[in-house]
């Protein structure tokens, strides 16, 4: 059995709300106290430490198969997490020896009565800021979890979604979306990029791009800079001309301001054009 989990190491507060207190740290923070103290001290078991001194497990062992909107006694909502995670979750046969245990927290009990509730909770619709990186997609439950959140973002203005495994992301819409990083992916062509008609700032370094084909469905956007490094596309002929020639509005690519003679059409092979008499 697969469970979406919002780990407290890597949750953290969307510092664009304006109902919550911000955090020390910059990504990975995690969830307030004035929120999650009281649900997360509660019940708490007492772990002996062995004779290394090092404890066998961490307090927040508990809670670490349960999606955050199932813990009592908060109100923090999907819009206010910085870094949630989309991780595997335990078997049914091991979920349910821990709760026969009683090592897990008190949950909310899910009745269909409760779904748009949990629905309202998540509430990415209002995300503006979100980092999805290093989501370690291993199972096909994690994956339709991870396309679920995407689908839903339909606010969210700067978006990353490093080292994830991505494939194709093509049937997802990103219709406010100005800053995306899907660099360490695998995305072979511009064609499996998600819709993203507003976009700014667009990193795919590190990538399987070949080809520059589909790098025009980008033509009628805003971006104004591209980063393509280390992809098998950087080495082809006129590689800075094709991309300039393709989006005229480019301002950057790869780090490096358009030059002069970035602006010059690519070159065409000479002999094409010679006539050969014999």
């Known amino acids: 059995m697969y469970r ?3 780990s407290e190491s890597s949750s953290g ?3 664009n709300s304006p109902k919550i207190y911000h955090s020390n740290s910059s990504f990975g923070s995690d969830l307030t106290e004035t929120h999650m103290w009281s649900a997360l001290s509660r019940n708490r078991p007492f772990h002996p430490r062995s004779d290394s001194g090092i404890s066998s497990q961490l307090p927040s062992d508990s809670f670490k198969y349960l999606t955050w909107q199932n813990i ?3 109100d923090i909502q999907g819009s206010q997490l910085r870094c949630p995670r989309v991780r595997e979750g335990p078997s049914a ?11 897990l927290p008190p949950r909310k009990r899910v009745l269909e009565k409760n779904k748009w509730e949990t629905w309202l909770q998540e509430n990415w619709e209002d995300c503006k800021n979100l980092n999805l ?3 370690d997609l291993g199972d096909a ?13 339909i606010r969210v203005e700067t978006l990353w ?8 992301l093509s049937a997802i819409r990103l219709p406010s979306c100005r800053v995306l990083n899907m660099n360490k992916n695998h995305l072979t062509s511009f064609k499996q990029l998600p819709k993203i008609p507003q976009i700014q700032h667009l990193s795919l370094a590190e990538n399987h791009i070949e ?3 589909g790098l025009s469905s980008l033509r009628c956007t805003p971006l104004e800079s591209l980063m393509l490094k280390r992809n098998p596309c950087e080495f082809h002929q006129s590689y800075r001309k094709r991309v300039f020639s393709c989006l005229p509005n480019l301002k950057v690519l790869d780090g490096i301001l358009k030059l002069p003679e970035d602006s010059s059409p690519p070159e065409t092979n000479i002999f094409s054009k010679v006539c050969i008499v014999s």
């Open 93 to 103: 046969e091991e979920l349910l020896f821990r709760q026969e245990e009683g090592a």
């Open 161 to 168: 979604l490093v080292d994830n495994s991505l494939v194709d």
């Open 133 to 135: 990186s290093f989501q």
């Open 72 to 74: 009592e006694q908060h």
């Open 211 to 213: 080809t520059l084909t």
């Open 13 to 15: 507060l969307n510092t």
């Open 4 to 6: 979406q989990d919002m």
């Open 141 to 153: 439950y994690q994956v339709a979890n991870f396309n679920r959140i995407l689908r839903r973002l």
